[in-house]
């Protein structure tokens, strides 16, 4: 059957080491599904290759059989254009060709033997199709056994066959506001997979979901922007759950798994022979000393119980006491690892308090552990109750200073400085000017003496006269000069040199 070619996958966290496998870059992302679901259209438009194209990397047909015969896998660059990564693309399962025997062999083969690992595991369903038949139920427990328990934590749900044109979303929107008891829509395809698979495979996680139509991707179709936007967010999410992945499966077939138990049967017939040699020792005294037993019953009697005692408790007690220490030393080794791990990735952290620029904020979402320096309050971390710096909003520069000056907010000022002006002087011309004046004078009378000065008998009379008019140059030492705008440079409301706009953030915790 097809569970005799069990393949097992384990958790890994640790460096990888398998042998001859391929250098295949990281992430990588296996996909996995029914017959008819689209595994190789969507692993080709990953790639960023049209799904109907003859050029495109992995094979696609339009008959009810699969295409797809072996487990293959491409390396290129995420939808064409972006960082280098693994897709594995694998046969559908049950389909009329009852090969499943021969594609589950040489499946296994290739993961183990080629691939190693993987950071992800993509169920594809057919958007069009929201009941697990038997076919799909009978796939699904296939790979659960092929792969273990564990495959469901690293799934993500994928949907074909959901077409984002205008006319589509508009067709399920109507729909829905007009039927909402009868809605499909995205919701209620994730309520009606998740309740399938918590209900048939006895499961307790909700699945992320994306909807990637991969013929979104064909012509005309990625002339639409439409479906493009869509395609680029639903794959924007796959990208992040697979890059993201801090573990990944490692691939071990039965044969890897019967040779450690070996190793560890080997290690407790070991001890079991160390624990029989102690025994026969002491069987061998006790026949040396059978002399003194004869005349001691009574500690022939003691020494038998005490055998009995060894031969049916401390046996299996020396046993289990070897397995817990063999687990306690698996358990410290973990630990130191975990630690030695912890204290590698501490070293990459900027301490509580780092303000940094940061250019992410149009297309990722704030890192972890940092905050917008924008003057909101800190709500986690030693800093919890202050509010971050408003660098923000007021647009300010970052200086050094002495901690006791550490938050401290300048204002615009400048430097007091002079200016050095030269003034040549200039000069008023007097073109000429006259002075107007009145001559008073006495006149003397007939029979008077003009020269008796006295008023009576001595009358006045006057004359006006004129200064002779004269010229002169006058100069003035002042100055006229102002000084006015700036020129040579950019002028603007503030003083700042050339610079780039950033968002200022904060380590909080």
Same mark, same amino acid.
């Given at each position: %059957? ?8 384990? *958790? ?8 001859? +496998? ?37 094979? =696609? ?6 295409? %797809? ?9 995420? +939808? ?9 693309? %694998? ?7 009852? /090969?499943?025997?021969? +594609? ?21 369903? &057919? ?13 699904? @427990? ?15 749900? $994928? ?29 209620? *395809? ?19 979901? =994306? ?6 991707? #064909? ?29 990944? *499966? /490692? ?9 450690? &138990?070996?190793?560890?049967? &080997?290690? @407790? ?11 026969? /020792?002491?069987?061998?005294? @006790? ?66 308090? #780092?303000? #940094? ?32 710096? &408003? ?5 300010? *520069? ?19 400085? $002079?200016?050095?002006? =030269? ?14 004046? %009145? ?6 009378? /007939? ?53 780039m706009a950033v968002e200022w953030i904060i380590k909080v915790e």
């Amino acid at each position: %059957t097809a569970f005799g070619y069990l393949l097992l996958v384990v *958790f890994v966290q640790n460096s990888h080491s398998f042998g001859e +496998l391929e250098d295949l870059p990281d992430p990588r992302i296996i996909i996995v599904g029914a017959t008819g679901a689209g595994k190789s259209s969507l692993a080709n438009a990953l790639l960023g290759c049209d799904p109907n194209s003859d050029d495109c990397l992995f094979q =696609v047909c339009d008959s009810v059989d699969s295409c %797809t015969k072996q487990t293959s896998y491409g390396v290129g660059q995420w +939808l064409g254009t972006g960082k280098n990564f693994t897709v594995v693309d %694998t046969p559908g399962f049950g389909d009329s060709d009852q /090969e499943d025997d021969l +594609l589950i062999q040489e499946m296994m083969d290739v993961l183990k033997n080629s691939v190693g690992y993987t950071n992800s595991i993509l169920l594809l369903l &057919n958007g069009q199709e929201t009941r697990f038949n038997e076919a799909l139920q009978s796939m699904l @427990i296939q790979m659960s056994s092929l792969f273990g328990e564990q495959w469901w934590e690293f799934m993500t749900i $994928g949907v074909s066959f959901w077409s984002y044109d205008q006319d589509a979303i508009d067709d399920r929107n109507d729909f829905c506001t007009n039927y909402p008891s009868k809605c499909k829509d995205e919701a209620w *395809f994730k309520r009606e997979i998740n309740d399938q698979l918590q209900e048939k495979f006895h499961l307790k996680k909700n699945f992320t979901f =994306v909807f990637t139509d991969s013929w979104s991707q #064909t012509i005309p179709n990625n002339k639409d922007p439409v479906q493009q936007e869509h395609w680029k967010e639903e794959t924007e999410i796959l990208w992040d759950i697979m890059e993201s992945a801090e573990k990944e *499966f /490692e691939f071990k077939t039965i044969d890897d798994i019967l040779e450690e &138990n070996a190793e560890m049967k &080997n290690e @407790i017939k070991w001890l079991n022979e160390i624990i029989a040699n102690n025994i026969s /020792e002491l069987s061998k005294a @006790i026949t040396q000393n059978g002399d003194t037993i004869s005349t001691v019953a009574s500690r022939v009697n003691l020494n038998e119980h005490a055998i009995n005692t060894i031969e049916d408790e401390t046996i299996p007690e020396l046993v289990q006491n070897v397995d817990g220490r063999i687990v306690q030393v698996e358990d410290l080794i973990h630990e130191e690892i975990s630690q030695v791990m912890s204290e590698m990735t501490a070293m990459h952290l900027a301490p509580v308090g #780092t303000v #940094t620029g940061w250019l992410g904020g149009k297309s990722t979402e704030l890192p972890s552990g940092w905050q917008l320096c924008d003057g909101s309050s800190i709500i986690s971390g030693p800093m919890a109750g202050q509010n971050t710096p &408003n660098l923000n909003g007021d647009s300010l *520069f970052l200086r050094g200073a002495q901690p006791e000056n550490a938050w401290n907010v300048e204002e615009d000022q400048i430097r007091q400085h $002079g200016h050095s002006v =030269v003034d040549p002087g200039h000069k008023h011309t007097d073109r000429g000017h006259t002075h107007v004046y %009145t001559d008073y004078f006495n006149v003397a009378e /007939e029979s008077d003496n003009a020269n008796d000065r006295t008023v009576g008998s001595d009358s006045t009379t006057h004359q006006t006269r004129f200064s002779d008019p004269g010229f002169g140059d006058l100069t003035i030492e002042l100055t006229g000069i102002t000084v006015s705008g700036v020129t040579g440079a950019a002028a603007g409301s503030e003083t700042r040199p050339r610079n780039m706009a950033v968002e200022w953030i904060i380590k909080v915790e």
